[in-house]
């Protein structure tokens, strides 16, 4: 029996069908379905970790113990769990490791789109890439025993067309291994797994041994495949972008790679002396070509097709007509013709939902003119018009270390650090002690909806439930805030526009290090909706003030504002910033 | 089997992921290979959606290509009018009669096209083009959001596939105390 599955889902039943036991993981798209989904097969234990690299150390420790082990996240993840997976290359583990690697081509919801293949080589550990659901669900296994016969934590890599996307999934009809009937024996090794220099350094070579046999290994790999077809074309490629080039060349003979690193010199030389012009076809960095072209063998790749954002069908065309390597059809340069009518269409940008509490914190900044060193969520889009009330968005826990930064640079601006209350559990914690440690007068605002909104509403340590749904302690940020050492610490409703104001100006005008906390949980998850305000036509001035706000349903009708009820969420803040009373409920 | 390529153009939340899922699940039922591509996470804050959905006896790429859609399903006019260049000659073009202005129309920044401009630049691809007032339809059976399975009702009257094949996939994707609205939902589209 076949069924659908996103390239996540299906990762999450392979871990499953494998006897995976313990995942762990940190949201992040297009990562984050593998976690929750895999948290809903029995007998798992499955967890938001705090952060990537916890999460990595988590699937480390289950690994070490013998148990198998599943860590997922998005590719900027893994720069924050990279110190973890440098080590565990070195140690090896005793139970099977995968790490998900979910890239992000084409920055669909993403800071940048480095291209993680470059791990693989950087941390000497052997790499898979799936091209549909189906693959995604049998490389997990396949990853698990490499992981066990070679003694390494294997990465899997997805894109966003492959963990987004579904494709029919062969159920199977085996159970999963059971628990094992004992607790897991914890082995003491320290020679392997203590990694001071000594030990370090004989494990080294151990490594290097390791990407040989794998190179060895990879030759014989059935999932490194040949598809015979026309010997004028051969194309190397892997991954979603298979799937593309199969579209735009039937014919052509493909050289499949199921494992992306360590290459197959051997068969990748067989199929080039097979065909008469190698064409390497792949998203983002030239990984494979510069690998072939190292071996000596000619091809073309990067001349053809660009190393920025997403590939598709129609860039693969478009690429490869224009190097003459295919001829247009009539059709498609009859639909090339077809020049549509020059109409302009709006763009529509993500924006803040009807009723989020970020938008009354972001229109309090913005009346105060500070500079808002910021940080990634949600509330970003705090930094779009008509808001533009933060000025810097780097990478998760960046604004409150950057801030701290610019106010030791000695500028006249007020400065404000603006981090959501999920980003804060993930990085905020080491630069707020820094803020009190080494002294800057930032004030730091939390600005806590109660749930990790951006990615989809995923739970964390502040909110006091698990990713199991199970009830657990939760972190009290006030509390944690003062027992550090703040004293100058406030907790604030977005929503109140008036009080949030006068409270900023306290702490902008103390000479102390301080934390505002705006909480105001996500109106999407609580799924909470007030009466909707309407709009006295007579009495609206047009003066625009509440459009300002860039709330959705407000939308300018001929001579005044009206509210669109459908959209509406009642959360009453254009009813507060209108000077002429026109707005009621 | 001939292969059957939709693209759904909405804004996010206004359901095209419930719409596609439905869709693809359909698709599997019939007796096709079926791939689905959308985008989730950032895209989903109130911009622009799309989701693709294929069906064919064999199919490699989740994303269609240029000048392959059979069918565009337009959720919103604005969102419809993006997707002239990917329209078959011959393409079926369905869009709600519904205006969703993003922020720079609501600050007086930008203009919203008019109906009579989607239509023209659409048919630079297709002149097949039907307006359909979806969600005035779906608000009269009492609840916006089923916007996308009165849409789904219009398209499985071009999509084929017995009615049941269509209503026992609704029933078993949507929550037991929306069987019923759902079921009345496609129905009203599909009498159109
Ligand atoms: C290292 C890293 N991990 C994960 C992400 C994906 N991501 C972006 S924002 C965010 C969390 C936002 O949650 P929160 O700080 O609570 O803000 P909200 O969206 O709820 O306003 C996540 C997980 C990322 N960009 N970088």
Redesign the pocket.
């Known amino acids: 029996m076949k069924k659908l599955m996103t390239g996540n889902e299906a990762i999450a039943y392979g871990a499953y069908l494998s006897g995976v036991r313990v995942g762990a993981a940190?949201?992040?798209?297009p990562s984050t379905e593998i976690m929750d989904n895999f948290s809903r097969y029995p007998g798992v234990h499955a967890e938001w970790s705090p952060?990537?690299k916890v999460a990595m150390d988590v699937g480390i420790g289950a690994a070490y113990a013998g148990t198998r082990a599943l860590v997922s996240?998005?590719h900027?993840?893994v720069?924050?769990a990279a110190d973890s997976l440098f080590y565990v290359s070195y140690t090896g583990l005793k139970g099977g490791l995968v790490l998900v690697s979910a890239d992000d081509p084409g920055m669909h919801?993403?800071?940048n789109e480095q291209d993680n293949r470059k791990y693989a080589r950087f941390a000497k550990l052997p790499m898979l890439e799936p091209s549909d659901s189906e693959e995604a669900k049998q490389f997990v296994g396949i990853a698990l025993e490499i992981s066990e016969a070679f003694d390494t934590p294997v990465m899997l890599r997805t894109v966003t067309r492959i963990s987004h996307s579904s494709s029919p999934v062969e159920l199977s009809e085996e159970e999963p291994p059971g628990a094992p009937p004992e607790p897991p024996l914890y082995e003491r090794n320290p020679g392997k797994f203590v990694m001071v220099p000594a030990y370090a350094r004989q494990r080294h070579p151990v490594v290097e041994e390791k990407i040989k046999k794998l190179a060895e290994y990879a030759e014989t790999l059935a999932i490194n495949r040949i598809e015979p077809g026309d010997d004028t074309l051969g194309i190397v490629t892997a991954g979603s972008v298979y799937q593309y080039a199969r579209e735009v060349f039937p014919q052509a003979t493909f050289l499949k790679l199921g494992m992306v690193y360590p290459l197959p010199e051997k068969l990748i030389r067989e199929f080039a002396s097979r065909v008469k012009t190698v064409l390497v076809i792949e998203e983002l960095d030239p990984f494979f070509e510069e690998q072939i072209r190292l071996m000596g063998i000619e091809a073309r790749g990067k001349d053809i097709f660009p190393m920025i954002g997403e590939f598709s069908p129609t860039l693969i065309r478009q690429c490869a007509t224009a190097a003459g390597i295919i001829k247009e059809t009539p059709a498609q340069a009859e639909a090339a013709a077809a020049v549509p009518a020059p109409v302009e269409l709006p763009i529509r940008p993500p924006i803040l939902c009807p009723g989020c509490g970020?938008r009354g914190l972001f229109h309090v900044l913005r009346e105060a003119g500070v500079l808002v060193l910021g940080?990634?969520?949600?509330?970003?889009l705090g930094s779009a018009p008509p808001l533009s009330a933060m000025h810097t968005c780097g990478?998760?826990g960046a604004s409150i270390g950057v801030a701290h930064g610019v106010a030791k640079a000695g500028v006249k601006d007020r400065v404000v650090a603006v981090?959501?209350?999920?980003?804060?559990f993930?990085s905020g914690f080491h630069p707020l002690i820094n803020v009190l440690y080494n002294e800057s007068n930032v004030t730091v605002i939390i600005?806590d909806?109660s749930?990790?909104?951006?990615?989809g509403h995923?739970q964390?340590p502040g909110t006091g439930i698990t990713l199991q749904k199970k009830k657990t302690a939760a972190v009290d940020l006030e509390k944690l805030v003062r027992s550090i050492g703040f004293s100058q610490v406030d907790v604030c409703d977005p929503y109140n526009i008036d009080n949030l104001a006068k409270v900023l100006e306290e702490h902008l005008s103390s000479s102390q290090p301080s934390v505002i906390i705006a909480k105001r949980p996500?109106v999407l998850y609580t799924r909470e909706k007030s009466t909707p305000p309407t709009v006295d036509p007579d009495a609206c001035v047009n003066c625009g003030v509440c459009l300002e706000l860039g709330c959705p349903p407000l939308m300018q009708a001929e001579d005044h504002v009206t509210i669109d009820p459908i959209l509406c969420n009642g959360c009453g803040l254009c009813i507060q910033v209108c000077s002429s009373e026109a707005i009621s409920r | 089997m001939k292969k059957v390529d939709i693209l759904m153009a909405g804004v996010g939340g206004q359901g095209t992921i419930l719409a596609s899922n439905i869709l693809s699940e359909v698709g599997l039922e019939l007796g096709y290979d079926v791939k689905k591509a959308e985008v989730h996470g950032m895209a989903q804050r109130g911009g622009t959606v799309e989701s693709h959905v294929r069906w064919g006896e064999k199919v490699y790429s989740p994303v269609i290509e240029q000048g392959e859609v059979d069918i565009l399903l337009g959720f919103e006019m604005l969102e419809s009018g993006r997707w002239s260049a990917y329209l078959k000659k011959d393409a079926v073009i369905i869009i709600n009669r519904y205006r969703i202005p993003p922020p720079a129309v609501n600050l007086g920044k930008a203009r919203y096209p008019s109906e009579e401009e989607i239509e023209s630049t659409l048919k630079s691809g297709s002149q097949n083009i039907l307006w359909i007032n979806a969600t005035e339809i779906a608000k009269e059976l009492g609840n916006p959001a089923m916007v996308g399975v009165v849409l789904l009702g219009v398209l499985s009257k071009h999509l084929g596939g017995a009615e049941d094949v269509w209503l026992g996939v609704i029933k078993r994707m949507v929550p037991p105390k929306f069987q019923e609205l759902n079921t009345k939902a496609f129905l009203a589209g599909r009498q159109i």
């Open positions: 940190y949201p992040g798209t952060n990537e996240m998005k900027v993840g720069n924050v919801s993403s800071q970020h940080d990634i969520g949600c509330y970003t990478c998760m981090i959501g209350d999920s980003t804060f993930h600005t909806n749930v990790t909104a951006m990615t995923q964390h996500c």
